[in-house]
């Protein structure tokens, strides 16, 4: 263990400290205490929880497109596919001991006579949320609905559900820990009454929505383990890109989060916001079998414990009040729950702006669970926003920024060898897996002069591998030390007597940590970690920048 005064980990130090902490001896001690802690409730969370395990093989849901070709080739004529990993009964709809009698499972051309994938492409408003509390996914497809083209490559769009070429298969795609993998569904889909239960489209012709959650059920072990979960977990399973999570009571600075927020949206980054459930009472969507009955409105339109897309940020002249800051928001719903306060669609404060403004606004006033609010109210009224870009963010403002290298390294947290946990005990660190970054040249155009930008994230296995337990999910962080000795593994000396170049930040257990900085040209050893020693995991670190780099695993 460390000696001295106890300090916690953190990114920035004085310069001073970082030269008192080249070496050892008579420098002073470093005492860094980690802390770790829980991802928060998303409030759609059932009243069951599904149990979990350490991962085993990961491979849930997960086919090659060998295995594609033999189902499609061997299927009789005019027979339909049926997914026996994935049937069309109750243990697709729920983990837990419910029974449903009343589901029928019906195929597309039973509901439409002409169904398709896609009617005229892709958009925000062709998502509507059914009864079940899976509104962090419905939130992100409609996100990044706003680029039709990325949801085409998770629902491919030559795909039929009727006629010439119609087997009943149907494929989508998902990111899933360092690359695109195939889920192979048929497409008989829950209704009651003829109508779909859970996701649908706002057209009823229309699929895509309803095929993409069975898809997501499918890789998650069924419908109702899709209860409760993180936005920027399904806006990375659906694009491969980045996404951060931003606690408003942590970010003190309002403006400059508008900033972003704006100049994200501007940019295609891909957002949404949730807001945290107050009403202390059990959740009972499973019991009364649908989520929306748990879940009001409150006095302002909006539902506590809900996710919702931003789909829009903007800023207007009013004639009385000036400039004001406005975000559009968009309940997946898709009804008339929507924020009735200031500039909701009947607010009078719109007549003080101009035509043109609304007209670039694209304004309308639809019961269609979209709706404007200042930007004041929205901080006030949501917990979260999260935002995801396809490539990294150096700079922080909105825009992916040039790539000169992107590298990925796989590792394990072995027992007894490499599952050293946090610098609580520096002894035990010292065992965690190092990987030697090296940096090169300086970036002057994005970070300043003599320094280079560089984004590491650092994400723990995470495909499922059995229906009825899911992942546990490992409290992670990393820190970053610069070394002197390139081709030496850092001892416990070093972090004795040396600070972080940069962190993580506090141990959480996400799917996946990030962190920004600007480094100078050197080397740098980068260390995954658990927050508690000896718990087994894989994980991958990710490392972006604009200049050339080298990354590789010291042995």
Not at 193 to 206: M, S, V
Not at 219 to 230: I, K, P
Not at 449 to 472: A, D, F, N, P, W
Request: hydrophobic share 35%; proline share 5%.
């Amino acid at each position: 263990m460390g000696c001295g005064v106890s300090r916690p980990g953190a990114a920035n130090h004085p310069d001073h400290d970082r030269e008192l902490s080249n070496g050892t001896g008579s420098r002073p001690p470093v005492t860094v205490t980690d802390e770790a802690t829980e991802k928060p409730k998303t409030g759609e969370e059932g009243a069951f929880e599904l149990p979990e395990s350490d991962f085993v093989d990961g491979r849930l849901g997960i086919v090659e497109a060998e295995t594609i070709e033999h189902l499609r080739n061997n299927l009789a004529v005019d027979e339909h596919y049926c997914d026996e990993d994935f049937p069309a009964d109750n243990t697709s709809l729920f983990f837990s001991s419910r029974v449903d009698p009343d589901v029928e499972w019906k195929r597309p051309y039973e509901l439409h006579e002409n169904p398709k994938v896609f009617v005229d492409g892709a958009s925000r408003r062709d998502v509507v949320q059914g009864a079940l509390g899976d509104c962090w996914f419905l939130s992100s497809c409609a996100a990044i609905a706003r680029k039709p083209k990325l949801i085409e490559k998770v629902v491919p769009s030559d795909q039929v559900l009727v006629g010439e070429g119609y087997t009943g298969l149907v494929v989508c795609w998902f990111w899933r820990f360092g690359e695109w993998v195939m889920v192979c569904i048929d497409d008989r889909l829950p209704t009651k009454d003829d109508k779909l239960i859970f996701a649908r489209g706002d057209n009823p012709q229309e699929f895509w929505v309803a095929l993409v959650e069975k898809a997501y059920a499918k890789l998650h072990g069924s419908y109702e383990a899709l209860e409760g979960g993180q936005s920027m977990d399904a806006l990375v399973d659906m694009t491969g890109g980045l996404a951060e999570r931003y606690d408003m009571e942590d970010v003190p600075d309002k403006d400059n989060l508008y900033k972003l927020l704006l100049k994200s949206s501007m940019n295609g980054a891909f957002i949404t916001a949730s807001r945290k459930k107050n009403d202390p009472r059990q959740f009972v969507m499973l019991r009364d079998g649908d989520w929306r009955l748990a879940y009001k409105t409150d006095e302002n339109g909006l539902v506590e414990g809900h996710a919702y897309t931003v789909s829009g940020v903007a800023s207007v002249i009013h004639e009385k009040l000036g400039i004001v800051r406005l975000v559009r928001v968009r309940n997946p719903w898709a009804s008339g729950a929507e924020w009735n306060g200031d500039w909701c669609d009947s607010d009078d404060k719109w007549d003080g702006v101009s035509v043109s403004q609304l007209s670039k606004l694209g304004r309308t006033q639809q019961e269609d669970g979209e709706f404007w609010m200042s930007y004041q109210d929205w901080c006030n009224q949501f917990e979260e926003v999260s935002v995801c870009t396809i490539g990294p963010d150096f700079d922080h403002n909105g825009t992916v920024d040039r790539i000169g290298q992107v590298q990925a390294i796989k590792g394990e947290w072995v027992v007894g060898v490499s599952a050293g946990g946090s610098r609580n005990d520096f002894d035990k660190f010292a065992t965690n897996p190092q990987y030697l970054l090296t940096i090169t040249d300086p970036d002057t155009e994005e970070s300043g002069e003599g320094r280079c930008s560089i984004l590491v994230g650092l994400m723990q296995e995470h495909r499922r591998s059995h229906r009825h337990t899911s992942v546990k999910m490992l409290q992670i962080g990393f820190v970053i030390y610069k070394t002197q000795h390139p081709k030496c593994r850092l001892s416990p000396a070093h972090f004795c007597h040396s600070y972080e170049e940069g962190t993580s930040g506090t141990y959480i257990n996400f799917r996946e940590v990030l962190a920004r900085m600007e480094l100078e040209p050197g080397h740098y050893v980068i260390i995954p970690a658990t927050f508690l020693p000896d718990c087994p995991g894989h994980f991958m670190v990710r490392v972006y920048s604009p200049k050339a780099f080298q990354l590789k695993k010291i042995t």
